[in-house]
């Protein structure tokens, strides 16, 4: 599967953005999906998930209450709306296919990382 990030961008504090992840060359329907992100001089950290269905999500703490995943299983697309952006958040975003929701840490299939999207939050 290959996966493609967009909707990047720079913006202010405070303001929103929303990424979206397309999916090609095989559907993501029946697979739980995440985003990750890596900021300069830091490896990459897991900031959410969902599963197959929509139904089950999680996140990791700094951005529980501003961020929201989503997918649209129609379109093989996963959606990261992000609200009150702050410069912490600042960072490439990749979309990732799970090895599964329920692993712990999250993992993610190693042949599904993609081309990130840059944010960039300034003050």
């Known amino acids: 599967v290959q996966l493609q990030a967009s909707g990047g961008g720079l913006v202010q504090a405070g303001e929103s953005l929303r990424l979206s992840c397309a999916a090609s060359g095989r559907t993501i329907s029946d697979y739980a999906m995440a985003w990750f992100r890596q900021a300069p001089g830091k490896e990459r950290e897991f900031v959410a998930k969902?599963?197959?269905?929509?139904?089950?999500?999680d996140y990791t703490d700094p951005v529980k209450g501003r961020f929201t995943i989503s997918r649209d299983n129609a379109k093989d697309t996963v959606y990261l709306q992000m609200n009150s952006l702050k410069r912490d958040d600042t960072a490439v975003y990749y979309c990732?296919?799970?090895?599964?929701?329920?692993?712990?840490?999250?993992?993610?299939?190693?042949?599904?990382w993609g081309q990130g999207t840059q944010v960039t939050v300034s003050s």
């Open positions: 990732a296919v799970l090895v599964s929701y329920y692993s712990d840490p999250p993992s993610a299939l190693e042949d599904s």
């Open positions: 969902i599963n197959w269905g929509g139904s089950r999500t």
